[in-house]
């Protein structure tokens, strides 16, 4: 079992940024690919950003390439998501999650945390 806890969201402004943090405990953190997804009111789910256990590969969704970077200190069990230039669209529910297989693939991940708020107003 791997616990997640996000922490970092809040109420910013249109082109303000934002750092989330993921904390993890319990098995072991290094052995697991890490992803931030996220999910606004009345939409799916969908995946933002991930990072291998290596933190050597990276991928991020289209829509935040550019404006966000993923890492991870796996010394810490943390994992970050640093959020600049943030737009209204940006609004959702992020959710840390934790997964031996597919990097982007939202069903392959085995751990979810419970989330936290971004809001960005314009």
């Known amino acids: 079992q791997v616990l997640l806890v996000e922490s970092g969201g809040g109420l910013v402004q249109a082109g303000g940024s934002l750092r989330l943090s993921c904390a993890a405990s319990?098995?072991?953190?290094?052995?697991?690919?890490m992803g931030w997804f996220r999910q606004a009111l009345g939409k799916e789910r969908e995946f933002v950003a991930a990072?291998?256990?290596?933190?050597?590969?990276?991928s991020y969704a289209d829509s935040v390439k550019g404006r966000f970077t993923i890492s991870r200190d796996n010394a810490k069990n943390m994992v970050y998501l640093q959020m600049n230039s943030l737009k209204p669209g940006d609004t959702a529910v992020y959710y840390c999650?934790?997964?031996?297989?597919?990097?982007?693939?939202?069903?392959?991940?085995?751990?979810w945390g419970q989330g936290t708020q971004v809001t960005v107003s314009s």
């Open positions: 999650a934790a997964t031996k297989q597919r990097l982007r693939e939202l069903n392959d991940y085995d751990y």
């Open positions: 319990g098995r072991t953190f290094s052995g697991y690919h």
């Open positions: 990072i291998s256990w290596s933190g050597i590969v990276i």
